[in-house]
């Protein structure tokens, strides 16, 4: 079960950037891990582009929405605290949380961000899924 993380759902839930990579995840896997931390995130994300006026309301609205319909299996940040704590030096502890869920569960860590696809490859027994 690949681990998705907030930059490539943020894609998803908007239909741009990663999303068709993201569907083809979904189609390939059915099911998606995350740690719970994503949802916070994603609704971080929403709320700076509503206040920057970069996105109209409605359709801000519309993927909160379907956010929850999302196929992804969340995980509690907390069990993931000492291993995101190890990993400080390296990442933000956002970051290490998707890094720590990816290692638990032995899977890939599906992600946008190239600094963070480095960093599982080289702090980390995680495989990278670099997404565009």
Do not use: C
Not at 24 to 53: H, K, M, S, Y
Not at 77 to 89: D, M
Request: overall charge negative; aromatic content about 6%; charged content about 25%.
């Amino acid at each position: 079960m690949t681990v998705l993380d907030t930059s490539a759902l943020i894609d998803y839930l908007l239909g741009g950037g990663a999303a068709d990579q993201v569907q083809r995840l979904f189609d390939d896997e059915g099911e998606l891990a995350a740690p719970d931390l994503i949802v916070f995130e994603t609704l971080a994300v929403f709320r700076r582009e509503a206040l920057r006026g970069t996105l109209p309301e409605q359709r801000l609205a519309g993927a909160i929405a379907d956010l929850g319909d999302v196929p992804i299996e969340l995980f509690p940040s907390l069990s993931l605290r000492e291993r995101a704590w190890q990993l400080r030096h390296n990442l933000t502890i956002a970051d290490a949380l998707f890094l720590a869920l990816a290692e638990s569960l032995q899977e890939s860590l599906a992600t946008k961000d190239a600094a963070l696809a480095a960093a599982a490859e080289q702090h980390a027994s995680v495989r990278a899924l670099r997404l565009s």
